[in-house]
């Protein structure tokens, strides 16, 4: 079954039955994840470029590229749109080798996984793939830069924002939520103390593209994403 297909259907039960917006919008996520779970299980053709992409090293991946994604990455997603070379639930065990990739990137992913247990898996399964020294970069909304701007009335801040002439609580409100699709917003301390229970050292506070490795200076250049984000790399040290 087709996503547009799943869409017709719960718009179909939505109309007849008076569901609120949210809680369809909540049941299609988890009807299409478990139909990913289950081609994961039983597709021979996802076994085959599975199978493929264990047998290779040094891999460079994008893990919830969505729309934006990278020529020479391996880019992975739930949703397969143009650019996506592996569609899988990620909150399930990445099905890639220890010790594969050399790069990890993922850029305002990690606040759609419940905190702490999926984030904290998904940051682990990270640390397995890595190879020795690997590197992994996260980008996601900052509470931080949100909070103080907020309090501060910082209107240079919320000026950038792609939502429009829009309240600053609302702003607040979405990020914080996103119609219940954000699970957590993160601070540098939260973040931290995730990717070393994960296993990570040498964390730091990195900035828009400033990665000390050439290859994961591919932040996307959205001017709100840049004042509001939250930037971190660390590495895996065996």
């Known amino acids: 079954m087709n996503r547009e297909k799943l869409t017709e259907i719960i718009a179909y039960i939505c109309s007849k039955t008076g569901v609120s917006y949210t809680f369809t919008r909540h049941l299609k996520y988890e009807l299409e994840h478990t139909l990913l779970r289950c081609r994961k299980a039983i597709s021979?053709?996802?076994?085959?470029?599975?199978g493929n992409y264990r047998k290779l090293k040094d891999l460079k991946i994008n893990f919830g590229c969505g729309p934006i994604f990278q020529n020479g990455w391996i880019n992975v997603d739930s949703h397969n749109t143009k650019g996506v070379d592996l569609v899988i639930d990620l909150r399930s065990n990445l099905p890639?080798?220890?010790?594969?990739?050399?790069?990890?990137?993922?850029?305002?992913f990690i606040e759609h996984l419940e905190f702490p247990n999926e984030a904290l898996k998904f940051l682990s399964e990270c640390h397995r793939i890595l190879s020795s020294f690997g590197t992994v970069r996260i980008i996601t909304p900052?509470?931080?830069?949100y909070i103080r701007a907020y309090v501060l009335n910082d209107s240079e801040f919320f000026s950038?924002?792609?939502i429009g002439e829009t309240p600053k609580i609302e702003i607040l409100?979405?990020?914080?939520?996103?119609?219940?699709?954000?699970?957590?917003?993160?601070?540098?301390?939260?973040?931290?103390l995730l990717l070393e229970e994960a296993g990570f050292r040498n964390i730091v506070k990195s900035n828009f593209n400033s990665s000390i490795h050439p290859e994961l200076r591919i932040d996307f250049s959205?001017?709100?994403?840049q004042v509001s984000s939250?930037?971190?790399?660390?590495?895996?040290v065996n």
């Open 142 to 145: 900052d509470a931080a830069k």
């Open 44 to 50: 021979p053709c996802f076994h085959k470029k599975i």
């Open 230 to 236: 939250l930037y971190m790399e660390a590495s895996k």
């Open 173 to 192: 409100n979405r990020v914080f939520s996103e119609e219940g699709f954000h699970k957590f917003c993160y601070d540098y301390e939260a973040l931290y």
């Open 160 to 162: 950038h924002s792609d």
């Open 96 to 108: 890639f080798s220890d010790g594969s990739a050399k790069y990890i990137f993922s850029e305002h």
């Open 222 to 225: 959205n001017k709100w994403r």
